[in-house]
């Protein structure tokens, strides 16, 4: 390359970055050569540039034998030639100017320890998690998946951020048709700022405003490698201790890893655990009310008159009070996730209690009513996937809503129209509602 055109792109690259406090500028000379370097202190690793470039530079004995050294540590991922220069330089990459221009990563990997499962715990199995570096949670998929066949694709969303994204597979075992679809929706992802996976999730999304998440957002690799060898495909990025896995059914919101580290029975049994869970989350206010207000015939006398007998105090009709104690609970949930960890606990603990016991003894609530908002609590914390589990949670208010207005028959309806809500719905040409077992084996690649 001539001089003149390498020291017009050294110019250009120096005038696209500007002045910014952390952009280090420096130039060396030695033995009758020199050589230009430019890079952020911020993002690169100082001490790596000292002992792999200055140190070197030092050491050579003429201006060949560096150049071929700079070759030979260039990264593959920041080749020199490419108009895009001042962008990798942004990302990390040190900029050499030594009779042509050297583009060497040496980013800084910060937070690249695997952190430990917090959201999907488990008693037996693995209990460490991903971590916020991208290469780190590819050694992680690496390590677990040790096969020539699986595949990894690069791609860059974020109209600013130029956000890294990891698509993984195995070759051997995807389906073309969710390949296809999977590529068509991150091309067709449009962002300024792509900041984590959550993100990418609602882009992702075929049904804009869908109640129910269709793309699976887990932090352990176990769970991403062991969809991954199904023929599903792992989404990774820059900066997010998650990973997606699409596609993803209902069954993959309800299952948990714990299920195949227990025995057959063991872990069928806490599957159908976790459903009766679900419906008693989903139907149990809405029964309340609708049996309470307009039949109440259906329960036995002794029921009946115990039901009545708490509500005697309470001044306003039953669904007034489950929506009371239901918005109550909600907002304990939210102030145990938003207050600090140190307090979080004690704080909603207490206040429930204090709550509950207080609007009992006040007359504004039953003693049953008590009963049935916890029933409620405890069996939406059952939901091993929280998207699924913030998905019910909604979803009763809906089945609530139409028992008020239609008793026994509007629950009947909500439930109805739910299933068949969920039968509309897929996933990257998948269909979404598969309670047990797994799919026919779709056509490969």
């Known amino acids: 390359m001539e001089p003149q055109k390498i020291s017009e792109d050294w110019n250009e690259l120096v005038h696209a970055l500007g002045t910014p406090a952390d952009l280090v500028t420096n130039e060396i000379h030695v033995r009758g050569f020199s050589a230009k370097l430019l890079y952020f202190s911020s993002i690169c690793d ?103 066949s699986l595949t990894i694709e690069l791609y860059q969303i974020g109209r600013l951020t130029q956000t890294p994204i990891a698509m993984v597979y195995d070759r051997d075992q995807i389906a073309a048709e969710t390949l296809r679809q999977t590529r068509k929706a991150l091309d067709a992802v449009e962002n300024d ?120 105090s309470v001044p306003y009709p039953a669904f007034l009070e489950v929506l009371f104690m239901l918005l109550m609970m909600e907002l304990l949930t939210e102030a145990s996730v938003r207050l600090p960890k140190t307090i979080g606990s004690t704080a909603t603990t207490v206040g429930g209690l204090i709550l509950g016991q207080a609007a009992t003894e006040a007359g504004l609530v039953s003693n049953i009513m008590i009963i049935i908002v916890a029933a409620v609590a405890i069996s939406n914390f059952v939901i091993p996937i929280n998207a699924m589990s913030f998905a019910m949670r909604v979803v009763k208010y809906i089945i609530l809503g139409l028992t008020i207005v239609l008793g026994l028959i509007g629950l009947i309806l909500g439930m109805l129209g739910l299933i068949a809500y969920l039968i509309y719905l897929d996933s990257f040409g998948q269909p979404y509602f598969r309670l047990f077992g797994k799919p026919p084996k779709p056509e490969r690649l």
């Not at 030979?72 to 030639?81: K, L, N, Q, T, V």
């Not at 990997?109 to 460490?128: D, R, T, W, Y």
């Not at 990418?200 to 352990?220: A, D």
Request: charged share 15%; proline share 5%.
């Open 193 to 312: 700022a792509l900041q984590g996976l959550g993100q990418l999730q609602n882009r992702m999304t075929r049904t804009k405003r869908s109640l129910f998440p269709t793309v699976l957002i887990t932090e352990r690799p176990d769970r991403a490698v062991y969809n991954i060898a199904q023929g599903k495909i792992a989404l990774l990025d820059q900066g997010t201790p998650f990973v997606l896995v699409v596609p993803a059914v209902f069954y993959d919101f309800i299952s948990s890893m714990e299920d195949l580290y227990h025995s057959y029975w063991i872990s069928r049994f806490l599957v159908t655990l976790r459903y009766i869970g679900l419906l008693i989350s989903v139907t149990l206010p809405a029964l309340y009310v609708g049996v309470t207000a307009f039949n109440p015939e259906l329960f036995r006398v002794q029921l009946a008159l115990s039901i009545a007998g708490s509500r005697v």
């Open 46 to 148: 100082e001490q790596k540039i000292h002992d792999m470039l200055l140190s070197r530079f030092f050491q050579v004995s003429d201006l060949d034998e560096f150049t071929a050294y700079l070759q030979a540590i260039s990264s593959p991922a920041f080749p020199s030639g490419q108009k895009n220069m001042a962008q990798q330089v942004l990302q990390g990459a040190v900029a050499v100017e030594c009779g042509a221009i050297y583009l060497i990563d040496f980013g800084k990997h910060e937070n690249s320890q695997p952190l430990e499962a917090s959201m999907e715990k488990v008693i037996q199995g693995p209990q460490n998690a991903f971590s916020e570096n991208l290469l780190t949670n590819i050694s992680l998929l690496r390590s677990r998946y040790p096969q020539a």
